[in-house]
């Protein structure tokens, strides 16, 4: 059994799971008490799921913030669920007539118009909240669900290939986006209903598959927990890094704010963030910078260091 762990595990997570099922068996199986995750994948989704362990829980914010995503699905065409994906009670079912106005080069039109910013109706089983309650709570209830929507952001919609009544396709865009959603309005764009079929996350700031080692293969082999550890500089790679003395390390420790202006953190005067780090190179602290008494210091926004 291992002692608790800092930095971020990335996994390959399993269809047929939460994301909390997975961190409650690395939590269980490796002895990891202090853990989390950035980002929820569907249970019916695939792919990079971020878990954070011990110091690295205090990055959530960090990571479910910024950075793109970037996802490949299925959408079947002619069917409607009340989940918007397969996992859900079938509403309606389209004729084959209808579900042949769904062209190749119609449909590859709509994926071009989604590339942009645009307001993305919420899923009604989702975990957004309304007055504290998730959305899906409601559903499951037999409650009505309030209309929510979110703003969201796409880069980049491909088709990857069309065999009605499926289509394969690829997104890149920003946090949070609900892919549901995007199967759901496309099947309403065309009148014959669709809903999500399957899902891999392919990407998920800054770590790609490539990155992820598979659930399984690490519960059956514990060894693997240490060589699949990535640290907090590898899970922020735009944050600048630097490493203080060790005055100013105990200084920060004792969480007195630092002149911005003084020699040892004179590299950082363009950054408002940073990753300080002790005399070793072990994380520190997440450093913000701010105006206090006519001058720029910075202060914890995070301590890092271990006890």
Not at 105 to 133: I, N
């Amino acid at each position: 059994m291992f002692g608790q762990m800092d930095g971020a595990l990335v996994l390959d997570k399993p269809a047929g799971m939460t994301s909390a099922a997975c961190v409650g068996m690395v939590r269980r199986k490796l002895g990891q008490r202090k853990i989390g995750h950035a980002g929820t994948l569907d249970p019916m989704a695939t792919g990079v799921l971020i878990l954070l362990l011990g110091q690295a829980t205090k990055i959530a914010g960090l990571l479910l913030e910024g950075g793109e995503k970037i996802y490949s699905g299925v959408i079947r065409f002619g069917l409607r669920t009340d989940t918007w994906d397969i996992q859900g009670k079938v509403l309606e079912e389209a004729g084959a007539e209808e579900i042949r106005k769904v062209t190749l080069e119609a449909f590859s039109e709509a994926l071009r118009e989604l590339v942009g910013e645009q307001e993305q109706e919420v899923p009604p089983f989702s975990a957004a909240k309304h007055h504290g309650q998730p959305l899906y709570a409601l559903a499951r209830q037999g409650r009505p669900t309030p209309e929510k929507t979110k703003f969201i952001r796409i880069s980049r919609a491909e088709l990857e290939w069309f065999r009605l009544p499926l289509a394969r396709f690829r997104v890149a865009c920003s946090s949070g986006t609900y892919i549901r959603s995007l199967a759901h309005s496309l099947g309403r764009r065309f009148g014959c209903g669709a809903t999500l079929m399957e899902l891999t996350r392919e990407y998920s700031h800054p770590f790609g598959l490539d990155d992820a080692v598979n659930l399984k293969a690490l519960l059956d082999d514990p060894a693997l927990l240490a060589g699949n550890i990535r640290g907090l500089r590898e899970a922020l790679p735009g944050m600048p890094v630097l490493a203080l003395e060790a005055d100013l390390c105990r200084r920060m420790k004792h969480g007195q704010a630092l002149p911005a202006g003084i020699p040892p953190l004179r590299p950082l005067l363009e950054a408002e963030q940073a990753l300080f780090l002790d005399e070793q190179g072990a994380p520190l602290a997440l450093g913000l910078k701010k105006r206090q008494g006519g001058q720029s210091i910075w202060s914890i926004g995070r301590g890092l260091w271990n006890n």
